[in-house]
């Protein structure tokens, strides 16, 4: 399964490369991956729209983790000092789902895949992207999944998940990405 353009997939790794902060850099497999992960992140948010009322104009863009974090630090100094559409980002490892609410992007752990459906039903339709790492995490309803295969990440999109939470993601993303449907559009409903 080939799921970004061996271009596009050259582009994406030098484009996470020259965004992963030197003081973030882990030359382990894990903790490379983890880089990119980051670094990807502040990509997406580069390329999703939410609606009007999920960002006030003062506030910054905020990325919860649920569950277990797997990134560690590497989050939290890869998005140090960024900024999309004029507002920082921060980061915030939530306790429980109920803290959810607020977060523009959710990365939800793969620790947590035997609640994931559970968890999106909590989450309905309050315009939070997504974010997983675990196998069918896009086809069960999530937003944005990484795929880790042969040492390379890539995305799959559902952008029907995205649009029934009012989030627009750009074409530019979905070129880069595997689109695939969750449940309800596989059975043509």
Same mark, same amino acid.
Request: with cysteine; net charge positive; proline share 6%.
């Given at each position: 399964?080939?799921v ?6 050259w ?8 965004l992963?902060p ?15 992960k ?15 009322d999920?960002?006030?104009?003062s506030?910054? +863009? &905020? ?14 100094? @890869? =998005?140090?000092?960024? #900024? /999309?559409?004029g ?17 523009? +992007? &959710? ?14 039903? @909590? =989450?309905?339709?309050? #315009? /939070?992207?997504?974010?997983g790492?675990?196998?069918n ?14 040492n ?10 995205a649009e029934r939470?009012?989030?627009k993601?750009s #074409? ?6 595997r689109?695939v449907?969750g ?5 043509g409903?």
């Amino acid at each position: 399964m080939n799921v970004v353009k061996p271009a596009s997939r050259w582009l994406v790794a030098a484009v996470a490369a020259a965004l992963i902060p030197a003081g973030a850099q882990d030359s382990s497999p894990a903790g490379l991956e983890y880089q990119i992960k980051a670094t990807f992140l502040l990509t997406i948010a580069k390329f999703v729209d939410w609606p009007p009322d999920k960002l006030d104009p003062s506030s910054p +863009i &905020l990325v919860g983790i649920y569950g277990k974090d797997p990134f560690g630090i590497t989050l939290d100094q @890869t =998005l140090r000092g960024k #900024s /999309v559409a004029g507002r920082p980002l921060t980061v915030q490892r939530l306790r429980g789902l109920d803290q959810a609410g607020p977060c523009h +992007i &959710l990365f939800i752990s793969a620790a947590e895949r035997k609640r994931l459906g559970q968890i999106l039903n @909590t =989450l309905g339709d309050g #315009s /939070v992207l997504t974010v997983g790492e675990m196998a069918n995490f896009a086809e069960q309803g999530g937003m944005v999944n990484f795929v880790t295969k042969d040492n390379s990440v890539s995305l799959e999109i559902n952008p029907s998940a995205a649009e029934r939470a009012n989030i627009k993601i750009s #074409s530019k993303l979905l070129r880069l990405a595997r689109v695939v449907e969750g449940p309800d559009q596989a059975r043509g409903k």
